[in-house]
């Protein structure tokens, strides 16, 4: 394996590697899409949790050993193969189909086999390095051992034991990482690092406006269709904005100045956890935006004065809440001015779901594109004032 160098950058053979996660996102959209209510939301963000660690795990393995040289070229192909296998099997984890294979634990044991590969190529990686040795076996001791029996343990139950067993393994695994600490772990080039969570963030949001025309498929073109697009591409811009032009690039600067411990533990905070509230919140948009489009298109069923209802009229502007506090906690993390507006806005997104209810579907897709586009205008006024006062 070769060791990557400070201005390493990514390379091709991650983004190759990227494309299977954007069919896992676009099936925990089905998953949910499938039968809305919020446990099946909770399901579809558990699911969605642990494909995260699958991605952020070879998120910092390439940032240490090149991904398109060496032996760990070819672990990203088995990797690609075994994640799009748990892909397949995301629609029929809480309702598993008759025949075929038991969809439960194909996702469990694909998924056991990706955080396998991980730890044993991490330390074939590093030899000599007993400081990342002791942090790896750590690691599968408490954070891969214990989560992997209990989604085992879920398979044999249905319903909300199952969704509850995987929710205390999602609990154990992420909490595992705070206590094995960060000594051994290495964040070898900051630009590598935060360019890769910035390209996964537009993966999701990508997988919002795929959405948008799946919603939409089979159904006439019209203006309000049209309508309905603009609105959807216009939240999802404004989403873009916010992370690449207001808060994305400030952590990268923290990044960037800190070393050791300190930059592992950054990284981390903001990027492994914190940045998962983002994709997570894109998501539950997505899920709103998809039945938008659908309501909008399908003129036979609905009329265009029709509201979103239930989980997925939360969903539009919850998605946009689970995002904006994300954001603040970057923000927060980061070091960088108070993040006022994005904790005021997110919190009222979060509980905005009995007005979209009350409000046509397309109506409360404009107004919450155009409430995000203002925030972007707000927030980035608040930065240039932080950072005039700063000087």
Same mark, same amino acid.
């Given at each position: 394996m070769v060791a990557t160098a400070e201005e390493h950058k990514v390379t091709p053979a991650e983004l190759f590697f990227d494309l299977v996660f954007v069919y896992a996102i676009t099936q925990v959209t089905a998953l949910m899409a499938s039968a809305p209510s919020p446990v099946r939301v909770v399901g579809g963000m558990t699911v969605l949790a642990l494909l995260w660690w699958c991605w952020c795990c070879f998120s910092w393995l390439g940032n240490v050993v090149r991904a398109d040289a060496g032996g760990l070229l070819g672990v990203l192909v088995?990797?690609?193969? /075994?994640?799009?296998?748990?892909? $397949?099997? /995301?629609?029929?984890?809480?309702?598993?189909?008759? &025949? #075929? $294979?038991?969809?439960?634990?194909?996702?469990?044991f694909s998924y056991g086999a990706v955080r396998v590969l991980h730890l044993v190529s991490y330390w074939i990686s590093s030899p000599g390095d007993t400081a990342l040795h002791r942090t790896l076996r750590r690691t599968a001791l408490l954070s891969v051992a214990p989560p992997f029996a209990l989604l085992l343990l879920g398979c044999t139950y249905h319903g909300t034991p199952r969704l509850l067993l995987w929710l205390g393994a999602v609990v =154990?695994?992420? &909490? +595992?990482?705070? /206590?094995?600490?960060?000594? &051994?772990?290495? =964040?070898?080039?900051?630009g590598h690092f935060s360019e890769r969570y910035g390209l996964i963030v537009i993966i999701?949001? #990508?997988?919002? =406006?795929?959405?948008? #025309?799946? +919603?939409?498929?089979g159904f006439p073109l019209t203006v309000a269709v049209l309508g309905a697009c603009a609105a959807g591409l216009l939240l999802s811009a404004g989403l873009w904005a916010l992370y690449f032009r207001r808060f994305g690039e400030p952590a990268e600067h923290r990044l960037a100045a800190l070393d050791g411990d300190e930059r592992t533990g950054f990284g981390r905070d903001v990027y492994t956890f914190l940045h998962l509230p983002l994709v997570a919140g894109v998501v539950l948009v997505a899920l709103g935006m998809k039945k938008? $489009?659908?309501?909008v298109a399908d003129t036979a069923d609905y009329g265009l004065a029709e509201p979103l209802h239930g989980t997925v009229a939360w969903s539009l502007t919850g998605g946009v809440g689970v995002f904006l506090l994300g954001a603040a906690g970057i923000v927060l993390r980061s070091s960088g001015p108070r993040p006022t507006a994005l904790l005021v806005a997110g919190v009222c997104c979060l509980f905005a779901g009995p007005l979209v209810a009350r409000v046509p579907a397309l109506l409360a897709l404009a107004l919450l594109a155009l409430a995000v586009l203002g925030l972007v205008a707000v927030h980035g006024r608040r930065m240039r004032t932080a950072g005039v006062a700063g000087t």
């Open positions: 088995t990797v690609m193969a /075994v994640v799009f296998v748990v892909s $397949l099997a /995301v629609p029929e984890v809480f309702a598993d189909a008759a &025949g #075929g $294979l038991p969809a439960p634990l194909v996702f469990v =154990i695994d992420y &909490g +595992g990482i705070y /206590v094995t600490g960060t000594s &051994g772990w290495r =964040i070898n080039s900051p999701a949001l #990508g997988e919002s =406006i795929v959405a948008m #025309g799946v +919603g939409m498929a938008v $489009l659908t309501q």
